[in-house]
């Protein structure tokens, strides 16, 4: 999804800032399930984090000559949190532990800093990582 709002001085010049919105979602697992007697085991073939769901948000300014420059916002105490399933819960049962990031800048400290979402690029993650070796 793309956004653009703009200015126009007429016969002199014209800008924008473009707001880039993405949503991914990844459903492609590959694996095996084992029953051995009484123990069941699940075991799912990945090396890389699987990206269950993605959403992010990005800026640019665009320039009269069709230029996009990325806007990187609010740096100054930005946030980036990962919470992730305690392994001990999911290594004997998955070998994958689920994970949820979130990241946004926080520019609520700055009275002139435009409000969330203009602060600059923001997103949110869920994740499954890998635990077995």
């Known amino acids: 999804m793309i956004g653009a709002m703009s200015t126009e001085i007429?016969?002199?010049?014209?800008?924008?800032?473009?707001?880039?919105?993405?949503m991914y979602h990844a459903s492609r697992l590959e694996g095996n399930v084992t029953l051995d007697g009484t123990h069941l085991k699940v075991n799912l073939n990945n090396t890389a984090p699987?990206?269950?769901?993605?959403?992010?948000?990005?800026?640019?300014l665009l320039n009269t000559t069709g230029d996009m420059h990325f806007v990187p916002g609010v740096m100054e105490d930005r946030?980036?949190?990962?919470?992730?399933?305690?392994?001990?819960?999911?290594?004997?049962i998955l070998g994958v532990?689920?994970?949820?990031?979130?990241?946004?800048?926080?520019?609520?400290?700055?009275?002139?800093?435009?409000?969330?979402?203009?602060?600059?690029p923001s997103s949110f993650n869920v994740t499954l990582k890998n635990i077995d070796p």
């Open 10 to 22: 007429p016969f002199f010049t014209k800008h924008a800032v473009v707001a880039n919105a993405t």
């Open 50 to 60: 699987i990206s269950i769901f993605n959403f992010s948000t990005n800026f640019y």
């Open 79 to 92: 946030v980036e949190k990962e919470l992730c399933v305690p392994e001990k819960f999911t290594k004997t």
């Open 97 to 120: 532990t689920p994970c949820v990031a979130w990241a946004y800048p926080n520019a609520s400290y700055a009275e002139m800093a435009p409000r969330f979402p203009f602060t600059g």
